[in-house]
């Protein structure tokens, strides 16, 4: 039985990429932010990895957004 993916990947990836531009920050800074390697951070940014709910609250403070910016129009908060 597979995973059931409640997110949109495309569109994640795409906004992550977006929020990073804003708020001028690379990936290094992003992962000492949130507390995890920068590989971890650059798969979680690029939609290749699930991440637990205390990351995309950092996530969605550190870009001042709601998480429905961050998972599109798949998931419903």
Known sequence: MSKKTIYDK????KTFKIYKREVNLN????AKYL???PSYTSKILRGKVSFK???LC???KLFKCS???ILGDK???
Do not use: T
């Not at 990936?27 to 992003?30: F, G, K, T, Y």
């Open 10 to 13: 495309d569109k994640m990836e």
């Open 27 to 30: 990936n290094n800074q992003i």
């Open 35 to 37: 507390g995890v390697s």
């Open 53 to 55: 709910i205390d990351i």
């Open 58 to 60: 950092k996530l969605c």
């Open 67 to 69: 998480p429905n910016d």
């Open 75 to 77: 998931f419903h908060l």
